[in-house]
């Protein structure tokens, strides 16, 4: 009895050491990350809103110093704007294959006000306090002996995705620390106007498609599944925005004058949009979800990925979701219909008692790989004039305004296409074997992300599938004040990449 006793104490003791400590390659991957950290402080530090193309050129300018001293050749693409830079890094066998990897530094624009900091481009360690909120704490402790993998980075593009970029050079660091090299050809395309829709990108693509012929393509972009377990994403939803302006009286009325009498457009604009959803959320336009069919094998993947849609309604403070589909990966496979903002009049403390002289709706439409978003802006223009609008692309003329009773000024932009690869493709299998090597297990695999990024063009025009590698924490903020990065997720975002970069592609 006391040899059976001591041998069980043996195997917890063993079980206990092999759960709970550290793994010695995850003790390596803290230390580059610590050693890293100067060097994302400093990228963070510069300003990148994608608007101001000032701000953009000493980006372009460190990325091209920080790839040149990793041994990348790199080359400026000129477009009208800013050119996107391409970095390159071959390999001894001429014949091997070449994967094209895209990275994002550009972000959004900041409002200062909004920032529970004084910058938003310095970046700031902070940990949670007991009331849930962020208390700064010394960025020093980020190279102290204890490492929490719950503190979080604070600063514009910490996660989208600055972060990644500096992920990657560092695992390219230990690469070279370690004497490896991956066994293909690198080429990184790093793109400085992803938050303005990379609107020069098509045309590059199809200017430079020698320089950037590849085999596959990879990103490193996005927030990983809400667990924060490793994943792989397979395709993306498209984007096209439509914005919509009713018009009323020619100024703003008195509404005490014309009220029940002159007719408010911020009024008939919510009853329009009204028209185009039930209350369950789902397009009532007909022909909307046309050409979508979810066959049993494809809701086995989508159900095959761990959501608790309890949880996650109640981390994004609502009852329930919309009943567009059956749950929340369901519902990702379907077009969308978002209105993104609307503004008519004034309010707050500027609110006064008239009827506006417009209202206006901007929309977004994220797009499937079943959907034509030629049709469907289409379809939802025909909706409008079937509720009696006239629509144009311009402004009403008087005679126009005396004659129509509705009136709706209506313009729209498609911005880029859905992707979708098979999960049992070449770039899917070699993927998930270099994250079952980072981590011991599966990556969980997402068929479509909500999200949309503008990378349709090397699908569609180099001929090439994509995968997108996500490794940044989802309730990051992106585009919103108070960006982060999860410590832990960075740490694992560079065993993630250095993992896949070490994977040998036959």
Same mark, same amino acid.
């Given at each position: 009895?006391?040899?059976?006793?001591?041998?069980?104490?043996?195997?917890? =003791?063993?079980?206990?050491?092999?759960?709970?400590?550290?793994?010695?390659?995850?003790?390596?991957?803290?230390?580059?990350?610590?050693?890293?950290?100067?060097?994302?402080?400093?990228?963070?530090?510069?300003?990148?809103?994608?608007?101001?193309?000032?701000?953009?050129?000493?980006?372009?300018?460190?990325?091209?110093?920080?790839?040149?001293?990793?041994?990348?050749?790199?080359?400026?693409? !000129?477009?009208?704007?800013?050119?996107?830079?391409?970095?390159?890094?071959?390999?001894?066998?001429?014949?091997?294959?070449?994967?094209?990897?895209?990275? +994002?530094?550009?972000?959004?624009? #900041?409002?200062?006000?909004?920032?529970?900091?004084?910058?938003?481009?310095?970046? @700031?360690?902070?940990?949670?306090?007991?009331?849930?909120?962020?208390?700064?704490?010394?960025?020093?402790?980020?190279?102290?002996?204890?490492? &929490?993998?719950?503190?979080?980075?604070?600063?514009?593009?910490?996660?989208?995705?600055?972060?990644?970029?500096?992920?990657?050079?560092? /695992?390219?660091?230990?690469?070279?620390?370690?004497?490896?090299?991956? &066994?293909?050809?690198?080429?990184?395309?790093?793109?400085?106007?992803?938050?303005?829709?990379?609107? +020069?990108?098509?045309?590059?693509?199809?200017?430079?498609?020698?320089? =950037?012929?590849?085999?596959?393509?990879?990103?490193?972009?996005?927030?990983?599944?809400?667990?924060?377990?490793?994943?792989?994403?397979?395709?993306?939803?498209?984007?096209? @925005?439509?914005?919509?302006?009713?018009?009323?009286?020619?100024?703003?009325?008195?509404?005490?004058?014309?009220?029940?009498?002159?007719?408010?457009?911020?009024?008939?604009?919510?009853?329009?949009?009204?028209?185009?959803?039930?209350?369950?959320?789902?397009?009532?336009?007909?022909?909307?979800?046309?050409?979508?069919?979810?066959?049993?094998?494809?809701?086995?993947?989508?159900?095959?990925?761990?959501?608790?849609?309890?949880?996650?309604?109640?981390?994004?403070?609502? /009852?329930?979701?919309?009943? %567009?589909?059956? @749950?929340?990966?369901?519902?990702?496979?379907?077009?969308?219909?978002?209105?993104?903002?609307?503004?008519?009049?004034?309010?707050?403390? !500027?609110?006064?008692?008239?009827?506006?002289?417009?209202?206006?709706?901007?929309?977004? %439409?994220?797009?499937?790989?079943?959907?034509?978003?030629?049709? =469907?802006?289409?379809?939802?223009?025909?909706?409008? #004039?079937?509720?009696?609008?006239?629509?144009?692309?311009?402004?009403?003329?008087?005679?126009?305004?005396?004659?129509?009773?509705?009136?709706?000024?209506?313009?729209?932009?498609?911005?880029?296409?859905?992707?979708?690869?098979?999960?049992?493709?070449?770039?899917?299998?070699?993927? &998930?074997?270099?994250?079952?090597? /980072?981590?011991?297990?599966?990556?969980?695999?997402?068929?479509?992300?909500?999200?949309?990024?503008?990378?349709?063009?090397?699908?569609? +025009?180099?001929?090439?599938?994509? #995968?997108?590698?996500?490794?940044?924490?989802?309730? &990051?903020?992106?585009?919103?004040?108070?960006?982060?990065?999860?410590?832990?997720?960075? #740490?694992?975002?560079?065993?993630?990449?250095?993992?896949?970069?070490?994977?040998?592609?036959?």
């Amino acid at each position: 009895m006391k040899f059976k006793f001591l041998l069980l104490n043996f195997y917890i =003791l063993i079980f206990s050491t092999t759960i709970f400590s550290q793994l010695p390659d995850d003790i390596i991957f803290e230390k580059y990350a610590k050693a890293s950290f100067p060097q994302l402080k400093e990228l963070l530090s510069m300003p990148n809103d994608a608007n101001n193309p000032d701000e953009l050129e000493p980006n372009i300018k460190w990325s091209e110093k920080h790839f040149e001293k990793r041994g990348f050749t790199t080359s400026r693409l !000129e477009t009208e704007t800013v050119p996107l830079l391409l970095a390159e890094k071959k390999c001894r066998n001429k014949n091997a294959k070449t994967v094209l990897i895209y990275l +994002q530094v550009d972000g959004q624009p #900041v409002d200062p006000n909004h920032w529970f900091q004084k910058n938003p481009y310095e970046a @700031t360690l902070k940990e949670i306090d007991p009331e849930g909120g962020w208390k700064t704490i010394a960025w020093s402790s980020l190279f102290g002996k204890r490492m &929490n993998r719950d503190w979080r980075i604070f600063a514009r593009s910490t996660s989208d995705a600055k972060g990644p970029v500096n992920m990657f050079l560092t /695992a390219v660091d230990m690469m070279m620390d370690k004497n490896e090299s991956p &066994n293909f050809h690198m080429k990184v395309i790093l793109d400085f106007e992803e938050e303005l829709g990379s609107p +020069q990108l098509p045309n590059a693509v199809t200017k430079y498609k020698k320089q =950037l012929a590849s085999d596959m393509f990879i990103i490193f972009d996005g927030p990983m599944h809400i667990t924060n377990q490793p994943t792989l994403t397979f395709g993306a939803r498209g984007i096209s @925005t439509i914005t919509l302006k009713i018009f009323g009286p020619v100024f703003p009325q008195h509404s005490g004058h014309y009220g029940n009498w002159v007719p408010n457009p911020a009024v008939r604009l919510s009853q329009l949009i009204s028209s185009m959803k039930d209350e369950g959320g789902r397009v009532t336009i007909p022909g909307y979800y046309d050409g979508i069919t979810i066959s049993e094998k494809v809701k086995g993947i989508l159900k095959s990925i761990p959501d608790d849609e309890a949880y996650l309604n109640a981390k994004i403070g609502i /009852a329930s979701g919309d009943k %567009v589909a059956q @749950t929340y990966q369901e519902s990702l496979q379907y077009p969308s219909l978002n209105v993104r903002g609307m503004s008519s009049g004034w309010v707050g403390s !500027e609110k006064r008692t008239i009827i506006p002289s417009s209202a206006v709706a901007e929309i977004d %439409v994220r797009l499937v790989l079943e959907s034509d978003p030629d049709r =469907l802006i289409k379809l939802i223009r025909e909706h409008i #004039v079937s509720q009696g609008y006239l629509v144009l692309d311009r402004k009403p003329t008087s005679q126009e305004r005396a004659k129509h009773p509705r009136i709706c000024q209506f313009s729209f932009q498609n911005s880029y296409l859905a992707f979708r690869t098979d999960f049992d493709s070449e770039v899917g299998q070699w993927l &998930n074997k270099g994250m079952i090597k /980072a981590f011991g297990k599966s990556p969980i695999r997402i068929r479509t992300a909500g999200g949309s990024i503008p990378i349709s063009p090397f699908v569609n +025009q180099l001929g090439v599938p994509a #995968v997108s590698v996500p490794t940044v924490n989802r309730d &990051n903020n992106q585009h919103s004040p108070n960006e982060n990065i999860r410590v832990g997720n960075y #740490v694992d975002g560079i065993k993630t990449m250095y993992s896949i970069l070490t994977e040998r592609l036959d």
